[in-house]
């Protein structure tokens, strides 16, 4: 069964659902003043505890406020991504009759993180990770980067604060980890012939 989260993120809360914005502060000061850079985009999200993310992370620094509910947050930080293992996946898509199709001649990928989509840290053994809760109310600092897996209990809205990252040194620090662990992950592929 599909489950559906209302929001497309990328500034949903400008771009959807514009009418909220009189009752949400759009612009925390004192995250602008901490990441000494603008607001990029706000993004409203609702659902019920059906709606489960996959393990990802974001190019923003992220503050994350629940207004009703719960959400929860398994965290891991990005040390642990010589562990965490992408997998390509082919794309699909809904047409408009909902229908799920593959995209084009079905060849295009997409790379997940395919991991147990209620307890990711099983999967995941010699990682990091932090659980918290975040109830309404409460608001999360989710440092960009950061992969994260989020659950929520039913009825939940929330709104997320995404601001730039400042592409320095940690940025280019986490490019070369990456990089050096995707080459060595390909080095074995082509050692075991798969």
Same mark, same amino acid.
């Given at each position: 069964? %599909?489950?559906?989260?209302?929001? @497309? ?12 914005? $009189?009752?949400?502060? =759009?612009?925390?000061?004192? *995250? ?8 990029? *985009? ?6 019920? !505890?059906? *709606? #489960?993310?996959?393990?990802? $992370? ?8 629940? %207004?009703? !509910?719960? $959400?929860?947050? @398994? ?6 991504? *010589?562990? #965490? ?20 001649? /079905?060849?295009? =990928? ?16 010699? @990682?990091?990770?932090?659980? %918290?809760?975040?109830?309404? /109310?409460? =608001? ?14 039913? !009825? @939940? ?26 080459? $060595? ?7 075991? /012939?798969?």
């Amino acid at each position: 069964a %599909v489950v559906s989260t209302q929001s @497309t993120g990328n500034d949903s809360l400008n771009l959807e659902f514009s009418q909220l914005l $009189k009752d949400i502060d =759009t612009c925390p000061r004192w *995250a602008s003043e901490a990441f000494a850079t603008s607001l990029d *985009a706000i993004n409203f999200w609702m659902g019920d !505890g059906r *709606a #489960i993310s996959s393990l990802h $992370k974001d190019p923003y620094e992220n503050i994350y406020s629940v %207004v009703r !509910g719960s $959400k929860t947050f @398994t965290l891991f930080p990005p040390i642990d991504r *010589a562990r #965490i293992r992408y997998t390509p996946f082919p794309v699909w898509r809904f047409d408009e009759n909902g229908v799920l199709h593959p995209e084009g001649d /079905g060849s295009l =990928t997409v790379p997940w993180i395919d991991v147990n989509a209620v307890d990711p840290i099983q999967d995941l053994p010699g @990682t990091h990770p932090l659980v %918290v809760t975040v109830h309404a /109310g409460e =608001t999360l600092y989710l440092p960009s980067y950061w992969f994260h897996h989020v659950s929520q209990s039913h !009825g @939940t809205i929330a709104v997320n604060f995404w601001y730039d990252i400042d592409y320095g040194p940690a940025y280019g620090l986490y490019s070369v980890v990456d990089a050096v662990i995707r080459h $060595k992950l390909e080095m074995v592929r082509e050692l075991l /012939g798969s």
